[in-house]
């Protein structure tokens, strides 16, 4: 949390920074190791570790092996239910971006900050990471899509019994929202994750700004926007994992799309 003059920054906390302090420029290019992919491999070591530790394989299954296996059954049954049958050769890529979201949400909101020099990063309040992830879906549906039906894929934009007169009108508007797509899917996740935090560094600079101004404002300031703060931290939780879950399921949705052409 940056405070000058008293003043706290609640924007600080997204400032992509030098994890050593000094940029590496190679080729005019900078190519600095920054506090964003540290938290984001800090992200692939804690995911790894819960899936190492769960696929112990156990005839009968520990409560970590248990919570794997429910993660895994969970995005199977959501992949089965909106794509069929063949939604199973997706899990494992669904599996993976719905698991990186939530570790890397819930990571974000770490109580790390306690230690000097140290806050957490949540990664998925930048659009590069979320519009990445974004273009990364989007390209698989296209290549789904155009892989297993050829340019038949455009009949998507045509919705079965439009008349021919609206055919042009009705083509133009549903491939536009076909190409919004991806800039949806990656904004919604970006803009749920940064207004929380930033909701949450506002309370934590009325907590703050209460105690210095002493005993009287302390109760009137420090304790509502405590208690308050701790409930936006349970919601942002909350919020955390149904962002993880909007993204896979709509990542779903529109593999459905893809590999089921109507």
Known sequence: ????????????????????????????????FTNSALWMVITLVVLWLFMLGGMKRELVPGRWQ?????????????????????????????????????????LGLMPVGIVPGWHPF????????????????????LIVGFGRHGFHFFSL?????????????????????????????GLRLFVAMTAGHILLKVLAAFVINGINL?????????VPSFVLMLGITLLELLVAAI???VFALLTSVYLNDAVNLH
Do not use: C
């Not at 045509?158 to 949806?184: D, K, N, Q, Y």
């Open 157 to 185: 934009f045509v919705p079965h019994g439009t008349p021919a007169l609206m055919v042009p009108l009705i083509f133009v508007v549903e491939l536009m929202s076909f190409l919004v797509r991806p800039f949806s899917l």
């Open 243 to 245: 962002q993880a879950y």
């Open 66 to 106: 248990a919570a794997v296996e429910g993660f895994t059954g969970f995005v199977q049954n959501m992949l089965t239910s909106n794509v069929g049958p063949e939604g199973k050769r997706f899990v494992p890529y669904v599996f993976s971006l719905f698991m990186f979201i939530l570790f890397a949400n819930i």
């Open 214 to 222: 002493g005993p009287g404002y302390a109760v009137l300031i420090t």
């Open 1 to 32: 949390m940056a405070a000058e003059g008293g003043k706290i920054d609640p924007m600080h906390q997204f400032l992509i920074e030098p994890v050593l302090g000094q940029r590496w420029i190679v080729g005019g290019y900078d190519v600095s």
């Open 122 to 141: 949540t990664v998925t309040s930048h659009l590069t990471v979320t519009g990445v992830l974004a273009i990364i879906s989007f390209s698989i549906v």
